[in-house]
């Protein structure tokens, strides 16, 4: 009975340590995009996409790749001051007193710039995204 248990968890463990491995498309996608990055941890965000986690000149990022191997966004580290004015106005308005988090700035591959504020909210992280029109998306 030992022994089952055993082997039922070593399979959960190796089942949970290879599923955040990505493809090689990934990793040689990533490497020619970052080049330079260090500190990488890769994070399998759905059955399609991996995330990595990184740095890259100095600073921490995150970027997601299709499971093909195609990039679909970095996210870079801000602060809420230096949002776009209508971001900063938008977010003031509606969650005043607000506690933040963390601030994002996040480029898609697709040429489309977001902006994700998370706050606190109770015992919950709740995380807004918004457009540099300062639209909140939903």
Do not use: R
Not at 5 to 23: D, K, R
Not at 64 to 84: K, V
Not at 114 to 131: A, D, P, R, V
């Amino acid at each position: 009975m030992k022994q089952i248990i055993l082997m039922a968890c070593m399979l959960a463990i190796s089942t949970f340590l290879f599923a955040s491995t990505p493809p090689e498309a990934v990793t040689k996608a990533f490497n020619q995009k970052f080049p330079s990055a260090t500190h990488v941890k890769w994070d399998k965000e759905n059955a399609h996409e991996y995330e990595a986690s990184f740095e890259w000149k100095g600073v921490n990022y995150s970027a997601n790749f299709s499971d093909l191997g195609l990039w679909l966004e970095i996210e870079s580290p801000s602060s809420l001051n230096q949002l776009p004015e209508k971001v900063q106005t938008s977010f003031n308005a509606t969650h005043k007193g607000a506690k933040v988090k963390a601030v994002a700035k996040i480029e898609t591959s697709k040429g489309i710039t977001k902006f994700e504020i998370e706050i606190k909210q109770g015992n919950k992280t709740i995380e807004l995204f918004y457009t540099a029109e300062g639209t909140e998306i939903k």
